[in-house]
């Protein structure tokens, strides 16, 4: 069985990341580009950042080690990122220049990577032992 490790690097920067915003949010906010202290309710959403992105970085680095198809995972890691954008863009002039450029920026690399792991070329670990190659169903 084969390792995917595009899937392996894009899920364990996905996993790290929401393991420190669960452990540390302020200090995760902080290297995000806020250098103040959020509000409680920031806080609460920091933390389901956190879980989110842990979720999704922990599902997405198990498949790429079981040598499953990781192109849903891959596309649930962008969907994540393309939400903070939209977020992000609603509030882009109230966002400090090291917000926009971190945070927006991050996500919109984030979209990219999920992206181009949802579309890129399938591997023989994701390839069928059937005739042509054919992908498997049950993935």
Do not use: C
Request: proline share 4%.
């Amino acid at each position: 069985m084969a390792i995917d490790r595009a899937a392996l690097l894009a899920g364990s920067i996905r996993l790290t990341s929401g393991i420190w915003f669960l452990i540390d949010p302020l200090s995760a906010n902080r290297f995000w580009g806020d250098p103040g202290d959020p509000a409680p309710t920031a806080r609460l959403l920091l933390r389901s950042m956190g879980y989110r992105d842990a979720l999704i970085g922990g599902m997405l680095a198990a498949a790429a080690l079981r040598g499953k198809n990781t192109r849903g995972w891959f596309l649930a890691s962008g969907g994540a990122d393309a939400a903070d954008l939209l977020g992000g863009i609603s509030v882009h002039d109230e966002l400090k220049p090291s917000q926009r450029i971190i945070g927006l920026g991050g996500a919109v690399v984030g979209i990219g990577v999920g992206l181009w792991g949802a579309a890129r070329r399938t591997t023989g670990v994701e390839r069928g032992a059937g005739r042509g190659g054919e992908l498997n169903a049950v993935d």
